[in-house]
């Protein structure tokens, strides 16, 4: 896919490029308004990204001329300027989507795969030929559930030809989607990596070549044989451990900080100078325009490299700036203060790893180990920093506890491993009570924090024990730490309680009173009041779970329901339906269409919450791809 990034800012072109190369985009990046114009009228692009303050010609202007042109390639704002009146200023001039700095650049990337289907007319992530898969949101490709290893540019050609079946291409037409305005390869080149794709897939098990050669004319995809499994349940292989793709990013986040640390430093003086003058007197106006300028970048991009309270004091200073403060005293000293403390939170000589490395960790899921054997703590945390999980130690109970009960305390474990030692239990009777205790107290904490326990016991009366305190997972030993920490990972992923929820109700009152009611849980919330726009907001969400009123003005719930479990993709997402009814008749219908749960109104956030991760529980398929059950096989509490 083909992205022309039209920005006039270099710090963000640079970071943008490094991200979406990773996500085998091909970027043009330019910097004024007419270069933009030009490059979109000489070259095909999939999606057009836009800034809207650009020199020579704005962003709105540009995005208008396009619109008056008939160019209907998807347009994304990508700006600072983020009041309402702005988004509405800004779709109304014909923009597809519109995302505010700063921006994360996880959400960036799902807005773009949600342009993109939009523009093939496809709301499903998961392009297929056959038993082939290439899922857009993951950039895996698999075969019969077997992950296929592909090169950047094997994977881009495929998704052309997946996105556009039965199109023929020429290898002209190949370089104008797959290569950037500045590489010229030569048509060797594209012949060699069409070659090496189909090598590909021939050594993967596809029975036929499915890329046809029409000679004279290009390529195209063959329509997919008859005889196939349209759905496969098996997931496919990560490529590559999150640690890895955490490390990338941030090495490569780190290089662009450190790139333009002068620049920044060049930025701040320049801001410094103005104020200067404007306590003076003797501020041209282009000078206070350049401050603006170059606030107003900072306030965008600082939030990129982790430097969230920097990119808030950054547009402060932008809209003092934009005020009359040179009569004012109090502003005046106001936005020196400000920019003093821009310096500070900077703080250009310091180690900038460590501060980007900070932002990339606060999505890292933590694993509390209570243990006193620094061996076996020592095992577990190598292993589990090798899969992108954070860990903490605490050596014994109270610790734990203490952590737990610490009301200050941020930032609780999303899962904990204990030890429970039944042999020793007779002659230690208290420290048994002891460490069921804590199951309990882990289990009943708001959210719950699910409980890992490594026992060296297999009988059903201490397995009970266990499922009794609020245990969730039970390991008998002995157990690896490479086991250990792969369950770890399939619990975290279960238990995750960042999970993406989108709801469905007209009630204006409830949909307002829900993000308070689910906050202790951390749940991402995405509500809709409209049921008319549901299906072009569902693809933008990709939500875990779905909530849905069953009576609505327009489309029901309970249509909704249905549409859903007829598509081969959706069919699986969990489903819950708030009612204010309680006649039996109206759930056994709900349950009928395939709903997983019914809560009824007025709605208590403790019971809603558990309902959803209940909900979400039964949905996990943790796929162990054992033929028995095995010695480590976790039993579930419920």
Not at 490 to 501: A, C, E, R, T
Request: charged share 20%.
């Amino acid at each position: 896919m083909r992205i022309l990034l039209v920005d006039d800012d270099e710090t963000l072109i640079d970071v943008l490029r490094i991200n979406l190369a990773e996500q085998s985009y091909v970027i043009d990046a330019v910097t004024d308004g007419e270069q933009g114009w030009i490059y979109a009228s000489t070259y095909t692009y999939n999606l057009i990204i836009l800034d809207w303050s650009l020199p020579k010609l704005d962003g709105i202007s540009l995005c208008q001329r396009f619109r008056e042109h008939g160019y209907r390639t998807p347009i994304l704002l990508l700006t600072a300027h983020n009041h309402s009146q702005d988004k509405i200023k800004g779709l109304d001039a014909g923009a597809d989507d519109y995302l505010g700095k700063p921006f994360d650049l996880e959400e960036l990337a799902a807005r773009i795969r949600a342009l993109l289907r939009r523009s093939h007319s496809n709301s499903n992530p998961v392009l297929s030929w056959g038993d082939l898969q290439l899922n857009t949101s993951t950039g895996e490709v698999t075969y019969q559930g077997k992950l296929i290893l592909l090169t950047a540019k094997e994977y881009s050609l495929l998704e052309l030809f997946l996105h556009r079946t039965q199109e023929v291409f020429s290898i002209e037409d190949i370089i104008d989607n797959l290569w950037s305005s500045v590489e010229y390869p030569a048509q060797a080149t594209v012949r060699s990596h069409l070659r090496r794709l189909r090598n590909q897939l021939k050594l993967a098990g596809l029975p036929e070549d499915p890329i046809e050669t029409v000679r004279g004319r290009g390529y195209y995809l063959k329509p997919p044989p008859h005889n196939y499994n349209s759905i496969q349940t098996s997931p496919p292989i990560s490529l590559e451990s999150k640690e890895n793709k955490h490390l990338r990013h941030l090495t490569a986040l780190t290089a662009a900080w450190q790139k333009y640390q002068q620049k920044n430093k060049q930025q701040l003086a320049t801001i410094k100078s103005a104020l200067k003058n404007l306590r003076n007197g003797n501020l041209s106006s282009s000078n206070r325009q350049a401050a603006i300028l170059i606030a107003h970048s900072l306030a965008g991009n600082l939030g990129l490299f982790g430097f969230d309270n920097g990119s808030q004091l950054a547009r402060q200073l932008e809209q003092l700036l934009q005020t009359d403060i040179s009569s004012q005293n109090e502003q005046l000293l106001a936005s020196e203060n400000i920019l003093n403390a821009l310096y500070q939170e900077l703080n250009i000589e310091d180690n900038s790893y460590r501060k980007i490395s900070s932002q990339l960790k606060k999505n890292y899921p933590l694993l509390l180990i209570v243990d006193d054997d620094t061996r076996f703590t020592e095992q577990l945390t190598q292993e589990a920093t090798s899969q992108g999980i954070q860990t903490a130690i605490a050596p014994n109970l109270e610790l734990a506890r203490t952590w737990l009960n610490n009301e200050h305390n941020s930032d609780f474990p999303n899962a904990v491993i204990l030890k429970v030692c039944f042999t020793k239990s007779l002659s230690q009777p208290t420290l048994l009570l002891e460490r069921l205790s804590l199951i309990a107290e882990f289990k009943l904490h708001i959210p719950s924090i699910p409980v890992i326990v490594i026992a060296d016991s297999d009988r059903l009366e201490d397995r009970l024990k266990v499922a009794r305190h609020g245990g969730y997972f039970y390991l008998k030993q002995p157990v690896t730490s490479t086991q250990i920490i792969a369950f770890s990972q399939q619990v975290l992923d279960q238990f995750s309680h960042d999970k993406k929820i989108m709801v469905i109700d007209d009630d204006i009152e409830l949909l307002q009173t829900l993000p308070s009611l689910l906050k202790p849980w951390n749940f991402q919330l995405t509500t809709l009041k409209d049921s008319r726009q549901f299906w072009e907001v569902l693809p933008a969400v990709d939500p875990n779970l779905l909530i849905l009123d069953i009576e609505m003005p327009y489309i029901s719930g309970i249509e909704l329901c249905k549409v859903l479990r007829n598509h081969p993709y959706w069919r699986k997402l969990p489903i819950l339906f708030l009612s204010v009814h309680t006649d039996v008749a109206i759930r056994e219908q709900v349950f009928n269409i395939g709903a997983d749960d019914l809560v009824n109104k007025p709605v208590v956030g403790k019971q809603l919450a558990l309902r959803i991760l209940n909900c979400l529980e039964r949905r996990c398929d943790f796929n162990h791809n054992l033929s028995k059950p095995s010695p480590y096989t976790a039993v579930v509490h419920f």
